[in-house]
């Protein structure tokens, strides 16, 4: 079966969708679907192409144990085909995705990270970038809980398709 290929999107690609990326990778890994799953993230802006992720998300991602090995990229046409799912951190992230799909069947591909959460604290993933530590912390806390919610929704949609007999 091909792999399920999810991607994560916020503005700069720097602090919230590589955390997004290294959470999800240390969900899947830990439940041994890295056959199965693939994981990006892009960014809305390219201001920070090339870039690694911003350093004050990197160590407070380090000190709960996630690297974070990212490169900054903007999001490409090519990703509304690419990816199975892509996922916005905040309301304009998804309004812009939604904007940039080429066509229907794609951009119902894009999701809002906190549809996935589990505990529906805040309805969308604040940007941490002017702010000071506690926003990246909650960068984190917020991304643990929807990741686990996500790798639940997407174990669920798997197990359907596999059911699902073949139409040849
Ligand atoms: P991100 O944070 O979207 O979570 O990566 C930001 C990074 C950079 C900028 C804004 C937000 N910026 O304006 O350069």
């Known amino acids: 079966m091909e792999k399920y290929k999810v991607l994560f999107v916020c503005l ?7 955390s997004a990326e290294a959470v999800m990778k240390k969900l899947v890994a830990d439940a041994g679907l890295e056959r199965e799953v693939e994981v990006d993230s892009a960014g809305l802006i390219a201001y920070h192409e090339g870039e690694q992720a911003d350093a004050r998300m990197r160590a ?13 990229r903007p999001v490409r046409y090519a990703d509304f ?16 995705l ?3 799909a080429p066509d229907v069947a794609t951009s119902e591909k894009v999701h809002a990270m906190m549809e996935y959460s589990r505990n ?13 530590a506690s926003g990246f912390e909650l960068v984190l806390d917020l991304l643990e809980d929807a990741c686990a919610g996500l ?6 949609e798997r197990l359907v398709l596999a059911d699902k007999p073949s139409l040849t």
């Open 120 to 132: 529906k604290l805040y309805d969308y993933v604040p940007d941490p970038y002017y702010g000071g």
């Open 60 to 72: 407070h991602a380090a000190r709960r144990g996630y690297r974070l090995d990212s490169i900054s």
């Open 81 to 96: 085909e690419r990816f199975d799912l892509i996922i916005g951190m905040d309301v304009r992230n998804v309004e812009q």
């Open 151 to 156: 790798l639940e929704r997407i174990k669920q």
């Open 98 to 100: 939604r904007q940039m």
């Open 12 to 18: 700069g690609n720097i602090c919230r969708s590589p």
